[in-house]
């Protein structure tokens, strides 16, 4: 199991905020206080700011949500109710949410429109001792079929209107969560593979998913 602890006071403080703001899953909590955010940046003094929060900028204009949304994503896909999840991640980012998904015990299929981002990925979990994340650089809206069925689907950025290519690729029992995003509001939209939705809230708004794979970066 990957133990990275940086500070466990300031660890056992975010969980206190966290609890505050509505994440109650043990597991996940568990998960958050154990994975140091400030492993999935590379800036100077953002290793400082791992455990407060707010939001973390990494490259290619991206950046690692407040831990309070990462909390409610990760507890909104109820991830240890499915015996040896396969989630697909759409939006890998720095690697942190596919490193506490990976956690959890769900096998993770990460995908990214940076390359860049893609291979610091690859590196963290290396680094971790992560076997069950995988990463791949392409368009996270159009899924990854050869490695599907999905358990879970989760998209880290904000979404119009979720494509029907992603809810296809869901197993049985499966669920779809993605932030959405309607006039001057968001949410988490909450989608089951029989058509059945649920409303979350959501702590902060996320930036947009983009589509398209990046061949500049």
């Known amino acids: 199991m990957a133990e990275l602890i940086a500070d466990p006071f300031r660890a056992a403080r975010l969980v206190l905020h966290l609890r505050q703001e509505g994440i109650t899953d043990d597991g996940v909590l568990k998960a958050m206080e154990t994975i140091d955010r400030g492993a999935f940046v590379d800036g100077p003094g953002l ?16 950046i690692v949500p407040r831990p309070a949304v990462t909390g409610q994503l990760l507890q909104a896909l109820q991830i240890r109710q499915v015996r040896e999840a396969r989630i697909l991640l759409v939006g890998v980012g720095s690697g942190y949410t596919a490193a506490l998904a990976a956690q959890l015990g769900a096998d993770v299929f990460a995908m990214d429109r940076y390359r860049r981002l893609c291979d610091a990925a690859r590196r963290r979990m290396l680094d971790l001792g992560l076997g069950n994340v995988a990463v791949r650089h392409g368009d996270g809206l159009f899924g990854w079929p050869e490695r599907g069925p999905y358990d879970r ?3 880290t950025g904000a979404i119009e209107e979720v494509p029907d290519a992603l809810l296809q690729q869901l ?25 059945t939705q649920e409303r979350l809230a959501i702590a902060r708004p996320l930036p947009p998913l983009m589509d398209g794979a990046s061949k500049a970066l």
């Open 47 to 62: 290793d400082k700011l791992a455990f407060e929060d707010c939001v973390l900028p990494i490259p290619c204009g991206q």
């Open 153 to 155: 689907i989760l998209l």
């Open 171 to 195: 197993a049985k029992g499966g669920v779809l969560i993605a932030p959405i995003q309607t006039a001057g509001a968001q949410h988490l939209l909450r989608v089951g593979v029989d058509g």
